[in-house]
């Protein structure tokens, strides 16, 4: 039995305990302090029961977790994971296509994913480089998986023959990707030399309103007491999501070319509805950021995920991997 499997048997029946408190808690502000001093023994009895039932099945449970589920937990759960799960939080890692030299594209995946799920793989050898896949804990902020990331490049390109280097990612990787940067010019980090071009698709630079709803429902939720467990239980989404509310004022290198590529599902991308539906989780506004110092582009009838695996999309990253 791996320590993977046998942590997330463990934090399944920590969930379960975790909508049982959710329920007591509702009960507890619509019965009153009677009923509810009634009830706590009944609630208390459910809550061993389950604490023990993941003792029991942790000892039986074998082989680990898949990589889809891992990158949905990270990403849901992924700083809590690193402090109470510590099996289960994924650390940056990252895996190369062929050798480190000449021109190396790394890929950096987006929230509650990993790079499993990129379409767009073999775009690297296409235009005569190679690919790195990078995996992250989606469920930290952009902020710090940039850091990481740095620190991972830093080594790269110090180790390695590496003239030209190209950081590619979808959605929530396009801001570790500009965080890297960011970090990498405060602190004066070498791999920025080889740097030649940052290329974001469908990033939410100025945050996204699917984020800043959740925040809003949170706040609703828990205004009442009878709603309030609910609040607590939007609250608990990880770092990472939370983080997505707002923009992030990352600064870029001047000689690094920014490519901001967005996504709307209307067909006709200028049209005022393109621009508010964008592709259903970003704004083209989003992800655009017009007050960046970036090259833009719009894709119409094109959602989040279809940025992932579209032809259109391959042509525009082999375009600016050229």
Same mark, same amino acid.
């Given at each position: 039995?791996?320590?993977?499997?046998?942590?997330?048997?463990?934090?399944?029946?920590?969930?379960?305990?975790?909508?049982?408190?959710?329920?007591?808690?509702? #009960?507890?502000?619509?019965? %009153?302090?009677?009923?509810?001093?009634?009830?706590?023994?009944?609630?208390?009895?459910?809550?061993?029961?389950?604490?023990?039932?993941?003792?029991?099945? /942790?000892?039986?449970?074998?082989?680990?977790?898949?990589? $889809?589920?891992?990158?949905?937990?990270?990403?849901?759960? %992924?700083?809590?994971?690193?402090?109470?799960? +510590?099996?289960?939080?994924?650390?940056?890692?990252?895996?190369?296509?062929?050798?480190?030299?000449?021109?190396?594209?790394?890929?950096? #995946?987006?929230?509650?994913?990993?790079?499993?799920?990129?379409?767009?793989?073999?775009?690297?050898?296409?235009? %005569?480089?190679?690919?790195?896949?990078?995996?992250?804990?989606?469920?930290?902020? +952009? *902020?710090?998986?940039?850091?990481?990331?740095?620190?991972?490049?830093?080594?790269?390109?110090?180790?390695?023959?590496?003239?030209?280097?190209?950081?590619?990612?979808?959605?929530?990787?396009?801001?570790?990707?500009?965080?890297?940067?960011?970090?990498?010019?405060?602190?004066?980090?070498?791999?920025?030399? +080889?740097?030649?071009?940052?290329?974001?698709?469908?990033?939410?630079?100025?945050? /996204?309103?699917?984020?800043?709803?959740?925040? *809003?429902?949170?706040?609703?939720?828990?205004?009442? +007491?009878?709603?309030?467990?609910? $609040?607590?239980?939007?609250?608990?989404?990880?770092? !990472?999501?939370?983080?997505?509310? #707002?923009?992030?004022?990352?600064?870029?290198?001047? #000689?690094?070319?920014?490519?901001?590529?967005?996504?709307?599902?209307?067909?006709?991308?200028?049209?005022?509805? !393109?621009?508010?539906?964008?592709?259903?989780?970003?704004?083209?506004?989003?992800?655009?950021?017009?007050?960046?110092?970036?090259?833009?582009?719009?894709?119409?009838?094109?959602?989040?995920?279809?940025?992932?695996?579209?032809?259109?999309?391959?042509?525009?990253?082999?375009?600016?991997?050229?």
């Amino acid at each position: 039995m791996t320590d993977e499997a046998r942590t997330g048997v463990r934090l399944a029946f920590d969930a379960l305990g975790g909508i049982v408190d959710v329920v007591r808690d509702v #009960h507890r502000a619509i019965a %009153g302090p009677g009923l509810a001093a009634v009830a706590a023994p009944v609630f208390g009895a459910v809550r061993f029961g389950l604490a023990a039932g993941g003792a029991v099945a /942790s000892t039986v449970t074998r082989g680990s977790l898949p990589v $889809g589920l891992t990158g949905v937990v990270n990403g849901a759960v %992924g700083d809590r994971l690193r402090s109470d799960y +510590p099996a289960l939080a994924t650390p940056l890692r990252a895996t190369a296509d062929g050798p480190l030299e000449g021109h190396v594209v790394v890929f950096l #995946h987006g929230l509650v994913h990993t790079e499993q799920r990129w379409g767009h793989r073999d775009v690297a050898e296409e235009v %005569g480089a190679t690919a790195v896949h990078v995996r992250y804990n989606s469920g930290l902020s +952009p *902020t710090d998986n940039g850091r990481d990331l740095a620190v991972y490049l830093e080594a790269l390109v110090t180790g390695n023959p590496i003239v030209r280097l190209s950081l590619v990612g979808h959605s929530m990787g396009g801001l570790v990707a500009r965080a890297a940067v960011h970090e990498a010019l405060e602190n004066g980090q070498r791999w920025l030399s +080889p740097l030649r071009e940052v290329i974001c698709l469908g990033s939410p630079h100025l945050g /996204s309103p699917v984020e800043r709803a959740a925040a *809003t429902a949170a706040r609703l939720l828990n205004a009442f +007491p009878e709603s309030a467990p609910f $609040g607590a239980l939007v609250d608990r989404r990880s770092t !990472g999501i939370k983080s997505l509310a #707002h923009g992030t004022a990352y600064s870029a290198a001047p #000689h690094v070319r920014q490519h901001f590529l967005a996504a709307t599902v209307a067909t006709n991308p200028t049209s005022t509805t !393109g621009r508010l539906l964008g592709d259903l989780l970003v704004s083209t506004t989003s992800a655009t950021a017009p007050t960046a110092e970036a090259d833009r582009h719009v894709l119409g009838g094109l959602g989040h995920s279809t940025l992932l695996h579209h032809p259109d999309v391959r042509a525009k990253l082999v375009e600016f991997l050229t």
